[in-house]
T-cell receptor
Framework: DTGVSQNPRHKITKRGQNVTFRCDPISEHNRLYWYRQTLGQGPEFLTYFQNEAQLEKSRLLSDRFSAERPKGSFSTLEIQRTEQGDSAMYLC??????????????FGPGTRLTVT | AQTVTQSQPEMSVQEAETVTLSCTYDTSESDYYLFWYKQPPSRQMILVIRQEAYKQQNATENRFSVNFQKAAKSFSLKISDSQLGDAAMYFCAYNAGNNRKLIWGLGTSLAVNP
């Protein structure tokens, strides 16, 4: 296992369509985070999981967004009825919450979403 | 409020010279960690250096070092002997609390001139 992977890398969709992104964390990492990064901005926290439990969701995560992490492995982020404002880079990161005091997060390459 | 401020949207440096990127933050937490991440164009976020808030000694990683001033809540990054490959967006961030989510600045775009 060489790192965090995300698929697809790029997604172009029409407004109103649903999209789903996948993140595969580093295998021994029990925490998984989703962030959104718009052009010229720093990433913003969306949600995170510890194992399979979703422990926190940002108020940025409207009811059109849903995330899952079945069995505490990979995670999916679904956006329903996409809007042009959803266009962004969606970043996934994973970390350990034991044995790693800094809880540093390792990032995937991101999924760039363009809503036309 | 949890905030990170990077006051320099853009910086440039000559190859082989030294550059310092500024960062200030605000948190009420006592247990937190500070990070500098590098994001090259169209490439993924890479951790450059980390600093434990409880440590007074400034972190160093090869050509990268920090100046951590806890009382001033300042955390600047110094890049020595700048290389062309250092050109990227640099983000300052910290994590704290049980969730350890990262709070980010807006970034500083660093150009390295040959």
């Amino acid at each position: 296992d060489t790192g965090v992977s995300q698929n697809p890398r790029h997604k172009i969709t029409k407004r109103g369509q649903n999209v789903t992104f996948r993140c595969d964390p580093i295998s021994e990492h029990n925490r998984l985070y989703w962030y959104r990064q718009t052009l010229g901005q720093g990433p913003e926290f969306l949600t995170y999981f510890q194992n399979e439990a979703q422990l926190e969701k940002s108020r940025l995560l409207s009811d059109r967004f849903s995330a899952e992490r079945p069995k505490g492995s990979f995670s999916t982020l679904e956006i329903q009825r996409t809007e042009q404002g959803d266009s962004a880079m969606y970043l996934c990161a994973s970390s350990l919450n034991v044995g790693q005091p800094s809880y540093e997060q390792y990032f995937g390459p991101g999924t760039r979403l363009t809503v036309t | 409020a949890q905030t990170v401020t990077q006051s320099q949207p853009e910086m440039s440096v000559q190859e082989a010279e030294t550059v310092t990127l500024s960062c200030t933050y605000d948190t009420s937490e006592s247990d937190y960690y500070l990070f500098w991440y590098k994001q090259p164009p169209s490439r993924q976020m890479i951790l450059v250096i980390r600093q434990e808030a409880y440590k007074q000694q400034n972190a160093t990683e090869n050509r990268f070092s920090v100046n951590f001033q806890k009382a001033a809540k300042s955390f600047s990054l110094k890049i020595s002997d700048s290389q062309l490959g250092d050109a990227a967006m640099y983000f300052c961030a910290y994590n704290a609390g049980n969730n350890r989510k990262l709070i980010w600045g807006l970034g500083t775009s660093l150009a390295v001139n040959p």
